[in-house]
C-alpha cells in the first residue's frame, strides 16, 4: 500500500484541506515543521518516499512504534496525531505541518497522558497482558483514545475500538480485560485476585513492553553500519544462466555485492539437513531462495543496488502439488527424489480390528499451509566485537544451531561467532530456521563492517518456515459399546523446497495420529513430498493440529452412528493409567486426559443453555480431544540441555540457558523455578536466556520443552549451587554451576512395528493434555458461524504461573480459530498471493469469543516440581472442536479447514438432497 494523500490522509484525520493550519500543498518544496512528543521536528521532502514510522524510527531514534506490516492494518505503528491514533507506515510526513505526533514514548509528556493515555500504560503494566509485547505499545495508543472518547465502554465497544490492532500472542481477551480495568479500578483490582493475572504485577518486563523500552532485533542499529538489501528469485524453479553486477557496483553508496562465488565456508544449511543454499549457484528451487545481497551506505542505496543486480534466469516447470511430486514418473525436485520423510506405525491386526467393528467411519480430511504471522519480521544486526568474534544480534528459538551454522558459512571456529540473542516479536516455530542471520553475518565476514538486514512483511512471508498442509485419509472403527477397534491413515504432507524440520513433524503426526485413545490394531503411514511451494517446518503444534482434525471428527462421526453422547465415546476410550498408547507404553498415573475432559463436563451443560443465539441461527456444542509432547519431539537429538548458574557481582543469581524468549513467558517461569529450586526470592534471580556463552547444547525452544528440559537442569543444578553458596559464603569466590541434563528415556525412535509393550516402550519424556469445547452458532440460510464461547481444559502438571498458562491458553485459542475459519497461503504455482496482513487475515478483537480456560494439575514425575509444557497444546483441539460444534447445530461433516460459509451452504443443500 502506498503513503496516503494529503485528501486520503485528511479524510481519515477528520478533517479538510481548509482546517489545517498550513496548506502543505501551497508549499511542496518547503521544509514541514510539526511537533513530536512536544518539540519541533523538522522534515525535509527529498526524492526517495519516507513513511512517518521511517521517519520516527530512522531520524528520530523512538522505536516503540514498531514496524510490522507497512500497509496500515496491523496498527503496531500506532501513533497519535492531534490525539488520534492513525498507523504511521502510511502516512507521508509531508502531510504534517502544523500537526502534533505523539508516540508510545511522549505519553508521559502529553497535555493527555495524565489521564487515560498514562492509565491505560500503567494497567497494561500491571495486569502483564502482552506476552512477546511487540503490539503493545500500539495497543496502549488505541486504547487510551478509545477512553479519551468513551470514558466507560461496553466489552463490546472495546472490541470494535481495538480492531484494528493485531496480536498474534494473546487471544485478546487480557486486553479487553485490561481496558475495562483502566476505565474501572474495582475491576482491576478483582482481576487482580484472579489466578488468571497472578504474578502479573511482578514481571518487570511488562512495563518495558507498554512502554515501547523493549529492544527488539528490528530496533537495533551501530554507528557506521552497511545496510544490507537480498535478492530474491523471483521464480519458483529456474536455472540461473549469469549473474552481472556492474550496473549494481556502480550506485552511488553500493560498498559490494555478495554472490556465490564469494562464500568463504560451507554453502548450505539447514535446521536438520544441510540442503538450503546460503546464495544460489545454478538452480533456484524456491522463491525463498536467495541469489545475491547487497550491501550500502544507506537503505536507499542498498535497494537500488538490488534492483540494478541483472539476473539471466531461464523459467522451469516447477511441481506444485505433494501426490503430484510422489508420483512414478514426477519432474525431480531435489537430487535425492521427491520424498522428504516417510514413517509408519503399525500395531495389531487391522483385519481383526475391522471384523470387531460394527461401526466403520471413513474420511479424507485438508488442513491448509498457514504462517506462523508473528508480527515483527526478521531483523538482524552483524558485527566484530572487540575480541575479533563475530556477533550476531537477533531473535532466534536456536542459538546454538544458528551459530555453529553461521561458523561453518562463514568459515570461523565455533568460539569465534557469538549470538546475542533478543526478545522475539513472537515466533511459533519460524524462527528455529535460518533465514537472513547468515547473510547478514556473510555481509560483516566479508567486510569487517557492521551489518543491518531487515525483511519486509511480504519478504518474511516468503523465507520463514510454514505449517504443513496435510491430506489425510482416515478409516476408524467402533464396536457395539463404542469402544475403538482399529484405525488405519494414510497422509500426504508438502515440505516445500527444503526439509526444515518435516521430519519431526511427521514423526509427530503419525505418533500422535490415534488421538488420546487406546487403539489396539494400528496402521498408519504419512509421507511428506517435496515441491516448489515454499518450505514448510517448525509452527505451534508441530504436526499434531492436523490429526487431531481428522481423529476428533472421527470419534464425533462414530459416535453419532453409535447413538452416543460424544463425551461418553471419549471417555470410554481415553487413555490413562495401565491403559497402553498407541506406541506399546503402558500409561502411568501423569496421564491427565481423563481429568481435562471430567472437568468440561459441567462447561458442556452450562454451553447448552447459551443465550447467544440469534433468530435463523441453531446452536452446536463441540468438543476434542488431543495429546502430544510437552518435551523433546521425537526423533529429535536436541532432547539434552545445560545451564549455567553463577553468582554475580552484584548479588544476583544469573542462570544462562540457550532457552529463548520469544514472548511464551520463558524468563518468568524458569525466574519461578529457579527461586523456589534454590531457596530465594524471584527478585534474586536473573535468567538470561538465548546465550552462547555458557552454554553448549544445541537445544531447540520448540515443542514447549524448556520448562520441561531446562526447569529440570535447574532444579539440579540448584542443589550443587546451594551446596557452594553455603561454603563460599565467607570467601571472595564466586560460586559456579553448570549442569547437562538428558531425560532418562531409553528409546526415543518411535517404532514402524510395535511388537512390544510395557512401561519401557516410553518414546517421549513427558506428555501433555488438552480438551477443548466450543459453543457455536450455525445460520443455516447463510452458512455463516459465530463462535460464542470456547472451553479449555489443559494438564500442565503444575502451575508454575497460572497468568503465564491462561495467556498461552487464549492465544493458542484464537490461532486455532484463525486456522479454521480464515488462515490459507494462497499459492499460485509457488508464489505466494497473500503475503501481508491485508491478504492473510489473522483473527481481531472482534473474532474472538470470551474464552475459559482450566488448569488441570496430574504431575509429571519428572517434571521440574511436576510441570508439564503447555505453549503448543491450546492450538491443537480447536478446529476440530468447531467442526464437531457445527455438526452439532445443524448436522453436515466437514472435513477441511478453513471453513467457509459457502462450504456450510453446500454441505447443507447435499444433505436436503440426499433426504
Given at each position: 500500500?502506498?503513503?496516503l494523500?494529503?485528501?486520503q490522509?485528511?479524510?481519515?484525520?477528520?478533517?479538510?484541506?481548509?482546517?489545517?493550519q498550513t496548506?502543505?500543498?501551497?508549499?511542496?518544496?518547503?521544509?514541514?515543521?510539526?511537533k513530536?512528543?512536544?518539540?519541533?521536528?523538522v522534515?525535509?521532502?527529498?526524492g526517495?518516499?519516507?513513511?512517518?514510522l521511517e521517519?520516527?524510527?530512522?531520524?528520530?531514534?523512538l522505536?516503540?512504534?514498531?514496524?510490522?506490516?507497512?500497509?496500515g492494518?496491523?496498527?503496531?505503528?500506532?501513533?497519535?496525531?492531534?490525539?488520534r491514533p492513525?498507523?504511521?507506515c502510511?502516512?507521508?510526513?509531508?502531510?504534517?505541518?502544523?500537526?502534533?505526533?505523539?508516540?508510545?514514548?511522549?505519553?508521559?509528556?502529553?497535555?493527555?497522558?495524565s489521564?487515560p493515555?498514562?492509565?491505560?500504560?500503567?494497567?497494561?503494566?500491571?495486569?502483564?497482558?502482552?506476552q512477546?509485547?511487540?503490539?503493545?505499545p500500539?495497543?496502549?495508543?488505541?486504547a487510551g483514545?478509545?477512553?479519551?472518547?468513551?470514558?466507560?465502554?461496553?466489552?463490546?465497544?472495546i472490541?470494535?475500538?481495538?480492531?484494528?490492532n493485531?496480536?498474534?500472542?494473546?487471544?485478546?481477551?487480557?486486553?479487553?480485560?485490561?481496558?475495562?480495568?483502566?476505565a474501572?479500578?474495582?475491576?482491576?483490582?478483582?482481576l487482580?485476585?484472579?489466578?488468571?493475572?497472578?504474578?502479573?504485577?511482578v514481571?518487570?518486563q511488562?512495563?518495558?513492553?507498554?512502554?515501547?523500552?523493549?529492544?527488539?532485533?528490528?530496533?537495533?542499529?551501530?554507528?557506521?553500519?552497511?545496510?544490507?538489501?537480498?535478492?530474491w528469485?523471483?521464480?519458483?524453479?529456474?536455472?540461473?544462466?549469469?549473474i552481472?553486477?556492474?550496473h549494481a557496483?556502480?550506485?552511488?553508496?553500493?560498498?559490494?555485492?555478495?554472490?556465490?562465488?564469494?562464500?568463504?565456508g560451507?554453502?548450505?544449511?539447514?535446521?536438520?539437513?544441510?540442503?538450503?543454499?546460503?546464495?544460489v549457484?545454478?538452480?533456484v528451487?524456491?522463491?525463498a531462495?536467495?541469489?545475491?545481497?547487497v550491501?550500502?551506505?544507506t537503505p536507499?542505496?542498498?535497494?537500488d543496488?538490488?534492483?540494478?543486480?541483472?539476473?539471466?534466469?531461464?523459467?522451469?516447470h516447477g511441481?506444485?502439488?505433494?501426490?503430484?511430486s510422489?508420483a512414478p514418473?514426477?519432474?525431480?525436485?531435489?537430487p535425492?527424489?521427491?520424498?522428504?520423510?516417510?514413517?509408519?506405525?503399525r500395531?495389531?491386526?487391522?483385519q481383526?480390528?475391522?471384523?470387531?467393528?460394527?461401526?466403520?467411519?471413513k474420511g479424507?480430511?485438508?488442513?491448509?499451509?498457514?504462517?506462523p504471522?508473528?508480527?515483527?519480521p526478521e531483523?538482524?544486526v552483524?558485527?566484530?566485537d572487540?575480541?575479533?568474534a563475530?556477533?550476531?544480534?537477533t531473535?532466534?528459538?536456536?542459538?546454538?544451531s544458528?551459530r555453529d551454522?553461521?561458523?561453518?558459512?562463514?568459515d570461523?571456529?565455533?568460539d569465534?561467532?557469538?549470538?546475542?540473542?533478543?526478545?522475539?516479536?513472537?515466533?511459533?516455530?519460524?524462527?528455529?530456521?535460518?533465514?537472513?542471520?547468515?547473510?547478514c553475518?556473510l555481509?560483516?565476514?566479508l567486510?569487517?563492517?557492521?551489518?543491518?538486514?531487515?525483511?519486509?512483511r511480504?519478504?518474511s512471508?516468503?523465507?520463514?518456515?510454514?505449517?504443513?498442509?496435510?491430506?489425510?485419509?482416515y478409516?476408524?472403527?467402533?464396536?457395539?459399546?463404542?469402544?475403538?477397534?482399529?484405525?488405519?491413515?494414510?497422509?500426504?504432507?508438502?515440505?516445500?523446497?527444503?526439509?526444515?524440520?518435516?521430519?519431526?513433524?511427521v514423526?509427530?503426526?503419525?505418533v500422535?495420529?490415534?488421538?488420546?485413545?487406546?487403539?489396539h490394531?494400528?496402521?498408519?503411514?504419512?509421507?511428506?513430498?517435496?515441491?516448489?511451494?515454499?518450505?514448510?517446518?517448525a509452527?505451534?503444534?508441530?504436526g499434531?493440529?492436523?490429526?487431531?482434525?481428522?481423529?476428533e471428527?472421527?470419534?464425533?462421526?462414530?459416535a453419532?452412528?453409535l447413538?452416543?453422547?460424544?463425551m461418553?465415546?471419549?471417555?470410554?476410550?481415553?487413555?490413562?493409567a495401565?491403559?497402553?498408547?498407541?506406541?506399546?507404553?503402558?500409561m502411568?498415573?501423569?496421564?491427565?486426559?481423563?481429568?481435562?475432559?471430567?472437568?468440561?463436563?459441567?462447561?458442556?451443560?452450562r454451553?447448552?443453555?447459551e443465550?447467544?443465539?440469534?433468530?435463523?441461527?441453531?446452536?452446536?456444542i463441540?468438543?476434542a480431544?488431543?495429546?502430544?509432547?510437552?518435551?523433546?519431539p521425537?526423533?529429535?537429538?536436541?532432547?539434552?540441555?545445560?545451564?549455567?548458574l553463577?553468582?554475580?557481582?552484584?548479588?544476583?543469581?544469573e542462570?544462562y540457558?540457550?532457552?529463548?524468549?520469544?514472548?511464551?513467558?520463558?524468563?518468568?517461569?524458569?525466574s519461578?523455578?529457579?527461586?523456589?529450586?534454590?531457596d530465594q526470592?524471584?527478585?534474586r534471580?536473573?535468567i538470561?536466556?538465548?546465550?552462547t556463552d555458557?552454554?553448549?547444547?544445541p537445544?531447540?525452544?520448540?515443542?514447549?520443552?524448556?520448562?520441561?528440559?531446562?526447569?529440570?537442569?535447574?532444579?539440579?543444578a540448584?542443589?550443587?549451587?546451594?551446596?557452594?553458596l553455603?561454603?563460599?559464603?565467607?570467601?571472595?569466590?564466586l560460586?559456579?554451576?553448570r549442569?547437562?541434563?538428558?531425560?532418562p528415556?531409553?528409546?526415543?525412535?518411535?517404532?514402524?512395528r510395535?511388537t512390544?509393550?510395557?512401561?519401557?516402550q516410553?518414546?517421549?519424556?513427558?506428555l501433555?493434555?488438552?480438551?477443548?469445547?466450543?459453543a457455536?452458532?450455525?445460520?443455516?440460510?447463510?452458512?455463516?458461524?459465530?463462535v460464542?464461547?470456547?472451553?479449555?481444559?489443559?494438564?500442565?502438571?503444575?502451575a508454575?504461573?497460572?497468568?503465564?498458562?491462561?495467556?498461552?491458553?487464549?492465544?493458542g485459542?484464537?490461532?486455532g480459530?484463525g486456522?479454521?475459519?480464515?488462515?490459507?497461503?494462497?499459492l499460485?504455482d509457488?508464489?505466494?498471493?497473500?503475503d501481508?496482513?491485508d491478504?492473510?487475515?489473522?483473527?481481531?478483537?472482534t473474532?474472538?469469543p470470551?474464552?475459559?480456560?482450566?488448569?488441570?494439575?496430574?504431575p509429571?514425575p519428572?517434571g521440574?516440581?511436576?510441570?508439564?509444557?503447555i505453549?503448543?497444546?491450546?492450538?491443537?483441539?480447536?478446529?476440530?472442536?468447531?467442526?464437531?460444534?457445527?455438526?452439532?447445530?445443524?448436522?453436515?461433516?466437514?472435513e477441511?479447514?478453513?471453513v467457509?460459509?459457502?462450504?456450510?451452504r453446500?454441505?447443507?443443500l447435499?444433505?436436503?438432497?440426499?433426504?
Amino acid at each position: 500500500m502506498p503513503l496516503l494523500t494529503q485528501p486520503q490522509f485528511l479524510k481519515r484525520m477528520g478533517l479538510t484541506a481548509t482546517q489545517t493550519q498550513t496548506e502543505i500543498h501551497c508549499r511542496p518544496t518547503a521544509t514541514v515543521l510539526f511537533k513530536v512528543n512536544g518539540r519541533d521536528a523538522v522534515f525535509l521532502p527529498g526524492g526517495h518516499q519516507v513513511s512517518l514510522l521511517e521517519f520516527l524510527r530512522r531520524n528520530l531514534g523512538l522505536h516503540g512504534s514498531k514496524y510490522a506490516c507497512g500497509v496500515g492494518v496491523c496498527g503496531a505503528c500506532t501513533v497519535l496525531i492531534n490525539d488520534r491514533p492513525m498507523r504511521s507506515c502510511v502516512v507521508n510526513p509531508r502531510h504534517l505541518e502544523g500537526m502534533k505526533v505523539t508516540t508510545i514514548e511522549g505519553i508521559e509528556a502529553s497535555v493527555k497522558g495524565s489521564g487515560p493515555l498514562l492509565t491505560v500504560q500503567k494497567t497494561f503494566s500491571e495486569l502483564g497482558v502482552f506476552q512477546c509485547g511487540y503490539c503493545g505499545p500500539g495497543f496502549v495508543l488505541s486504547a487510551g483514545c478509545l477512553l479519551m472518547d468513551n470514558p466507560d465502554p461496553t466489552e463490546k465497544e472495546i472490541r470494535l475500538g481495538l480492531n484494528g490492532n493485531l496480536c498474534r500472542c494473546t487471544g485478546y481477551q487480557k486486553i479487553i480485560e485490561a481496558v475495562r480495568a483502566a476505565a474501572d479500578p474495582g475491576f482491576k483490582q478483582h482481576l487482580l485476585k484472579q489466578p488468571a493475572y497472578s504474578f502479573a504485577d511482578v514481571n518487570p518486563q511488562a512495563g518495558k513492553k507498554v512502554k515501547g523500552e523493549t529492544p527488539y532485533a528490528h530496533d537495533l542499529h551501530m554507528a557506521g553500519q552497511l545496510w544490507a538489501k537480498v535478492v530474491w528469485s523471483p521464480f519458483p524453479k529456474a536455472r540461473i544462466r549469469s549473474i552481472d553486477s556492474t550496473h549494481a557496483e556502480q550506485v552511488d553508496g553500493v560498498t559490494r555485492v555478495i554472490t556465490y562465488g564469494d562464500l568463504p565456508g560451507k554453502k548450505t544449511f539447514g535446521v536438520i539437513f544441510s540442503d538450503q543454499p546460503v546464495l544460489v549457484e545454478r538452480e533456484v528451487r524456491s522463491m525463498a531462495d536467495a541469489v545475491a545481497l547487497v550491501l550500502g551506505e544507506t537503505p536507499e542505496a542498498a535497494e537500488d543496488g538490488a534492483n540494478r543486480l541483472t539476473v539471466d534466469y531461464e523459467p522451469l516447470h516447477g511441481v506444485f502439488d505433494p501426490v503430484i511430486s510422489l508420483a512414478p514418473h514426477a519432474p525431480r525436485v531435489t537430487p535425492k527424489g521427491n520424498i522428504a520423510h516417510r514413517l509408519s506405525c503399525r500395531k495389531g491386526d487391522i483385519q481383526k480390528g475391522r471384523e470387531r467393528a460394527k461401526v466403520v467411519i471413513k474420511g479424507q480430511y485438508g488442513t491448509p499451509m498457514t504462517d506462523p504471522a508473528f508480527m515483527e519480521p526478521e531483523a538482524c544486526v552483524s558485527y566484530m566485537d572487540t575480541d575479533e568474534a563475530l556477533v550476531v544480534a537477533t531473535a532466534t528459538q536456536a542459538p546454538v544451531s544458528f551459530r555453529d551454522q553461521i561458523a561453518a558459512i562463514c568459515d570461523l571456529p565455533g568460539d569465534r561467532v557469538r549470538l546475542r540473542t533478543l526478545p522475539a516479536g513472537g515466533a511459533f516455530g519460524g524462527r528455529g530456521d535460518l533465514t537472513i542471520q547468515h547473510l547478514c553475518a556473510l555481509g560483516t565476514r566479508l567486510t569487517g563492517k557492521p551489518v543491518r538486514l531487515a525483511l519486509t512483511r511480504e519478504e518474511s512471508s516468503r523465507v520463514h518456515s510454514h505449517r504443513h498442509p496435510f491430506v489425510l485419509d482416515y478409516e476408524t472403527g467402533a464396536d457395539g459399546n463404542g469402544r475403538l477397534t482399529h484405525c488405519v491413515v494414510k497422509g500426504i504432507a508438502d515440505a516445500g523446497a527444503y526439509h526444515s524440520a518435516t521430519l519431526p513433524v511427521v514423526e509427530n503426526a503419525v505418533v500422535f495420529a490415534t488421538g488420546p485413545y487406546e487403539t489396539h490394531h494400528v496402521d498408519i503411514e504419512i509421507k511428506a513430498a517435496y515441491t516448489n511451494n515454499p518450505t514448510c517446518g517448525a509452527m505451534r503444534g508441530f504436526g499434531v493440529p492436523q490429526v487431531c482434525l481428522a481423529m476428533e471428527c472421527q470419534m464425533d462421526r462414530l459416535a453419532v452412528r453409535l447413538g452416543l453422547d460424544p463425551m461418553d465415546m471419549r471417555l470410554k476410550n481415553v487413555l490413562k493409567a495401565g491403559k497402553i498408547s498407541q506406541w506399546g507404553q503402558i500409561m502411568g498415573s501423569d496421564v491427565g486426559m481423563k481429568a481435562c475432559l471430567d472437568s468440561l463436563l459441567p462447561v458442556i451443560k452450562r454451553l447448552r443453555n447459551e443465550e447467544g443465539v440469534r433468530g435463523g441461527e441453531k446452536l452446536g456444542i463441540g468438543m476434542a480431544a488431543g495429546y502430544k509432547n510437552s518435551s523433546t519431539p521425537t526423533m529429535i537429538p536436541q532432547g539434552t540441555t545445560d545451564v549455567t548458574l553463577r553468582l554475580g557481582d552484584d548479588g544476583m543469581i544469573e542462570v544462562y540457558t540457550g532457552g529463548c524468549e520469544v514472548g511464551q513467558g520463558l524468563v518468568d517461569a524458569l525466574s519461578r523455578i529457579a527461586a523456589q529450586a534454590l531457596d530465594q526470592p524471584v527478585d534474586r534471580i536473573r535468567i538470561i536466556p538465548g546465550s552462547t556463552d555458557h552454554t553448549t547444547s544445541p537445544m531447540i525452544t520448540s515443542a514447549s520443552q524448556q520448562v520441561f528440559l531446562t526447569g529440570g537442569a535447574i532444579c539440579r543444578a540448584a542443589v550443587k549451587f546451594k551446596d557452594l553458596l553455603k561454603k563460599d559464603q565467607n570467601n571472595h569466590k564466586l560460586p559456579v554451576v553448570r549442569e547437562v541434563y538428558t531425560p532418562p528415556v531409553k528409546n526415543m525412535f518411535p517404532p514402524e512395528r510395535v511388537t512390544q509393550i510395557g512401561p519401557e516402550q516410553c518414546i517421549l519424556p513427558s506428555l501433555g493434555y488438552v480438551a477443548a469445547v466450543v459453543a457455536v452458532a450455525v445460520n443455516e440460510k447463510t452458512g455463516r458461524v459465530r463462535v460464542l464461547k470456547v472451553a479449555v481444559a489443559q494438564d500442565v502438571g503444575k502451575a508454575i504461573n497460572p497468568s503465564g498458562i491462561v495467556g498461552q491458553v487464549q492465544g493458542g485459542v484464537a490461532m486455532g480459530l484463525g486456522g479454521c475459519f480464515w488462515e490459507r497461503m494462497v499459492l499460485r504455482d509457488g508464489v505466494i498471493q497473500n503475503d501481508n496482513f491485508d491478504g492473510y487475515h489473522i483473527p481481531r478483537t472482534t473474532h474472538v469469543p470470551p474464552i475459559e480456560t482450566i488448569i488441570v494439575e496430574v504431575p509429571d514425575p519428572l517434571g521440574p516440581m511436576g510441570a508439564k509444557g503447555i505453549g503448543e497444546l491450546p492450538v491443537v483441539p480447536i478446529a476440530p472442536a468447531v467442526l464437531n460444534a457445527i455438526r452439532d447445530a445443524v448436522g453436515v461433516d466437514l472435513e477441511e479447514i478453513p471453513v467457509r460459509a459457502e462450504d456450510i451452504r453446500k454441505a447443507l443443500l447435499e444433505k436436503e438432497n440426499d433426504e
